[in-house]
């Protein structure tokens, strides 16, 4: 699953789909729209949003194995309620993502909690045999531009501002206090989805400088969090 999933089409489904047709082995699942179960063995593939099944989810009994795609996006409460949910034998979890903040929930569950139980896997583009010509172009292009969206994008780095950046070589960090003579503040708001971030940023001018004084973005930001989110940081 993944945090957000509109339809089954956002899944695996399809996939597993086409490797058990090209194995020969469709007799022995039976295959709806929303779940594959072997006939032989009893086994049940489940394809769900976390966000909005996360109820349904922590009732199943005899999960077994988690999948969480495009896991930069899932939230902390998420995590939460699914970690402790698995309660059948020995559970695996399999989370692919592609990481984008050190603070973000999946970052710090998986990698910064990481122990001897946990087997750490990078994958990037030059592992993938068969990596289309397109998707080179679009590398090499990409390479022509922001250093930091680069290593993000192709190197899994965490995302941070480079030389390329608009602001980046202007930016100067400093200590300030702000009285009457900066006046009133201007708040800027960046409602995030999927894997945009949340972002807030409390700035004020004076002559021709900008002073940022409070700044800070979060992915998979709850709604029910948000407004105390964003109060808390500026």
Avoid at 108 to 133: C, H, M, V
């Amino acid at each position: 699953g993944r945090e957000i999933q509109k339809t089954v089409a956002d899944s695996l489904h399809s996939a597993l789909c086409a490797e058990i047709e090209a194995k020969g082995l469709t007799d022995h699942f039976n295959i709806l729209n929303t779940e594959i179960t072997n006939l032989v063995t009893g086994a049940r593939f489940m394809f769900a949003g976390f966000k909005t099944n996360i109820t349904n989810i922590k009732s199943i009994k005899k999960l077994r194995v988690v999948i969480a795609e495009e896991a930069e996006n899932v939230s902390q409460n998420s995590w939460d309620v699914i970690a402790p949910t698995p309660r059948y034998g020995d559970v695996r979890f399999y989370v692919v993502f592609n990481p984008r903040f050190e603070d973000d929930p999946t970052w710090q569950e998986f990698i910064a909690k990481s122990d001897d139980r946990t087997l750490l896997l990078p994958i990037g583009y030059q592992d993938n045999p068969w990596f289309p010509e397109s998707l080179e172009r679009q590398r090499q292009r990409d390479l022509r531009g922001d250093a930091g969206r680069y290593a993000w994008i192709w190197e899994g780095k965490f995302l941070k501002i480079s030389d390329a950046s608009i602001l980046a070589k202007k930016l100067k960090v400093r200590e300030f206090t702000v009285d009457h003579s900066f006046g009133d503040p201007y708040i800027g708001i960046d409602w995030g989805f999927s894997n945009d971030p949340t972002a807030i940023v409390e700035c004020y001018t004076k002559g021709k400088t900008l002073y940022i004084r409070n700044a800070a973005a979060k992915v998979g930001l709850e709604l029910d969090d948000t407004a105390d989110w964003l109060l808390s940081h500026v």
